[in-house]
């Protein structure tokens, strides 16, 4: 049993925590952070509302006390699976204005405990044994791909078909894997097959699959690739491009789950997610006939549009310091962005969108020691200034005072360890003030040190 486990054993198993009069957590126990499924870093970053949005627990006690001002009593069940009986009570300022609100539950079994215990106790071995797979990162600053993170996260958990349209380069192989790695198969394999780079000739075999004997050449039994993303994800990217033959072999394969190798009779069953990629205007296909309706009409039960980068200023510098992170590290040097690049950065149509600005990118970093004389802002005060200027083109004021107030609070709280008091002192701003912006700013700590 863990020490965090053994502790608790010897304290009361009841859940505490309080609230300002915002919502925002101000102090928690580790057994609530563990009957919430949260840790409680997390827990400590959170607000109730947004941990009720999030489905986090499906009731709040303290919700009805922030909205009544009196005690209140609610039953609710975490996304743990335990039901408790939650309880809050308001604390009022000298002037009656509302100040805390401390929300208890009714202490837990033993039984319930021990489950709790032994379920902790499995994770934890679950996570010291197996390797951990990161889930691929797609890099938002801009409210529409924000927009999309939230539309993905919230379809992953179902099987719908995913249509992803958008201009070649967006990103929509990296949008289909982040929705895959957030769905009920993300442990299985995600199979991505790009269309437009598969001969004619080949598409049927490299597709279903062909059995030992159908032509010369074929000495064994070969698996396609739709049996291959059996149990996993199946991405085809680019399905604009797959012929109209194929198109209806394909349909036959969504209509009964299941497909018949080239040369083979026996029907073989499979299971898989499908999401479609096409940087061409579907619909405008289906009518010229170049595409069959029905085919569509099967892959595009949540179409998901990706707009170009020139149309999402906000994720272009976001994604060069990305890609210039990478590539330094790749390359095992350190160049920074000038006032000629960040100008470049901002006036470009990256008509190759991401694609195209990564490429940029390793360009600078490959060629740094090259043109000495595109570094001509190397006081660091300086550079910074040219990033403000460059920032200010973009953004609006208040979507600029965010950029500076993320960077400042940040920077505050990784030096003071998240300390929030400590923070606070120095920033001469209150507690509930930081809470607010680390929720706001999206600034919750990344780790889990005590």
């Known amino acids: 049993m863990s020490q965090t486990l053994t502790k608790l054993m010897s304290d009361d198993i009841t859940t505490l925590f309080v609230t300002d009069g915002e919502g925002n957590i101000l102090l928690a126990n580790d057994f609530t952070a563990m009957t919430l499924g949260l840790s409680l870093s997390e827990l400590l ?77 499995s994770q934890a071995s679950a996570s010291e044994d197996e390797p951990v797979e990161l889930v691929t990162p797609i890099i938002a600053e801009s409210n529409e791909m924000k927009r999309i993170i939230r539309v993905c996260k919230q379809v992953a958990a179902y099987n719908s078909r995913i249509l992803l349209l958008g201009e070649s380069g967006v990103g929509k192989e990296v949008v289909a894997n982040f929705i895959h790695q957030h769905s009920t198969v993300a442990a299985n394999k995600f199979v991505a097959v790009n269309c437009a780079a598969i001969p004619e000739s080949l598409f049927e075999s490299e597709f279903f699959g062909y059995e030992k004997g159908t032509f010369t050449g074929a000495e064994k039994s070969k698996q396609g690739l739709v049996e291959a993303a059996d149990g996993g994800t199946l991405f085809l990217d680019e399905i604009s491009e797959m012929p109209l033959e194929l198109q209806a072999k394909l349909l036959r394969v969504l209509e009964t789950m299941s497909l018949r190798r080239v040369g083979g009779v026996e029907e073989i069953p499979v299971s898989f997610r499908l999401i479609s990629a096409s940087n061409q205007d579907m619909f405008e296909l289906v009518e010229q006939g170049k595409f069959r309706r029905d085919l569509y009409y099967r892959i595009n039960a949540i179409p998901v549009t990706i707009p170009p980068l020139r149309e999402r200023k906000k994720d272009i510098l976001a994604l060069a310091n990305h890609f210039l992170a990478s590539f330094n590290k790749k390359y095992d040097a350190d160049v920074k962005l000038t006032k000629s690049h960040l100008h470049h950065l901002m006036t470009s149509q990256w008509l190759g969108n991401a694609r195209e600005l990564k490429n940029y990118i390793e360009y600078l970093v490959v060629t740094a020691e090259l043109p000495l004389a595109l570094q001509e802002n190397t006081d660091e005060k300086k550079v910074e200034e040219d990033r403000l200027e460059a920032l200010a083109e973009v953004y609006s004021y208040q979507e600029f005072v965010d950029y500076v107030e993320t960077i400042y609070f940040r920077y505050q709280l990784e030096k003071h360890r998240y300390n929030i008091s400590k923070t606070a002192e120095e920033s001469q701003v209150s507690r509930p003030l930081i809470y607010k912006k680390i929720r706001d700013l999206k600034l919750e700590r990344k780790d889990t040190e005590g």
């Open 45 to 121: 970053n959170s607000n109730v509302y947004d941990l009720v949005a999030s489905e986090v627990y499906n009731a709040s006690a303290t919700i009805e006390t922030l909205k009544s001002g009196e005690n209140s009593e609610v039953m609710l069940t975490t996304q743990a699976g335990y039901r408790i009986l939650s309880k809050a009570t308001p604390i009022f300022y000298p002037d009656g204005t509302l100040h805390l609100v401390v929300t208890k539950s009714e202490p837990l079994s033993q039984e319930e405990f021990e489950e709790l215990s032994s379920r902790a106790a």
